[in-house]
């Protein structure tokens, strides 16, 4: 059983560009969250989602950022503009059935973006 | 608000030896759960440990064991006969039951000496 692959595993990009972050939970999963750590600093929660729902977006910024999770296919997080301040590790994790459920969230290995 | 604290930014330990890590926490919930992550030089993120706080009992993983204690908002991790391959960051975190989102510390790196 293949864990949560999130892809791709680093990402660089020019003030300005977009970066699209890219989750595909762990199978039989479908509520997917993700988490920003910033360097020297614990994971920081921005937003849980299960398919095609927004169910918590209160640690998102509020501009540039969001986020998708479609009845198909990966999650996706979205910055647009990326600025210097944006360059963090990026930390998707999936749980079975979400809040209620096990309570356990396994984690992806992370997508290092990197702005010059 | 929830806040996890690791009032130990390093800690070392001796090959073979014990160390405990701290965790404090602050809530105003009765349901929740807590957890160890262990995040080595290649940055996944391993649950080492989980606790339901409904549960008296600690929870025990093999070399790694807990001691919560839920009036004193405190959930320590204590890793026995350490190896090198435990050197690594730890982060303690909180999960409020039925909420979706994690609450991390920031850390405690720790470092095995052979």
């Known amino acids: 059983n293949a864990g949560v692959m999130q892809n791709p595993r680093h990402l660089v990009r020019r003030r300005g560009q977009e970066a699209r972050l890219r989750c595909s939970p762990m199978?039989?999963?479908?509520?997917v969250y993700w988490y920003r750590q910033l360097p020297e600093e614990g994971l920081k929660f921005m937003v849980y989602?299960?398919?095609?729902?927004?169910?918590?977006e209160s640690g998102m910024p509020k501009e540039r950022f969001s986020a998708e999770f479609p009845k198909e296919g990966p999650s996706i997080l979205r910055i647009q503009q990326v600025v210097r301040g944006d360059s963090a590790a990026y930390f998707c994790?999936?749980?079975?059935?979400?809040?209620?459920?096990?309570?356990?969230?396994?984690f992806g290995p992370g997508t290092r973006l990197t702005v010059l | 608000a929830q806040t996890v604290t690791q009032s130990q930014p390093e800690m070392s330990v001796q090959e073979a030896e014990t160390v405990t890590l701290s965790c404090t926490y602050d809530t105003s919930e009765s349901d929740y759960y807590l957890f160890w992550y262990k995040q080595p030089p290649s940055r996944q993120m391993i649950l080492v440990i989980r606790?339901?706080?409904?549960?008296?009992q600690n929870a025990t993983e093999n070399r790694f064991s807990v001691n919560f204690q839920k009036a004193a908002k405190s959930f320590s991790l204590k890793i026995s006969d350490s190896q090198l391959g435990d050197a690594a960051m730890y982060f303690c975190?909180?999960?409020?039951?039925?909420?979706?989102?994690?609450?991390f510390g920031d850390g405690t790196t720790l470092t095995v000496k052979p």
């Open positions: 975190a909180y999960k409020r039951t039925n909420a979706g989102k994690s609450t």
């Open positions: 199978k039989g999963h479908s509520h």
């Open positions: 989602l299960q398919k095609e729902n927004i169910i918590d």
């Open positions: 994790a999936s749980s079975p059935q979400g809040a209620g459920s096990t309570d356990t969230q396994y």
């Open positions: 606790q339901e706080a409904y549960k008296q």
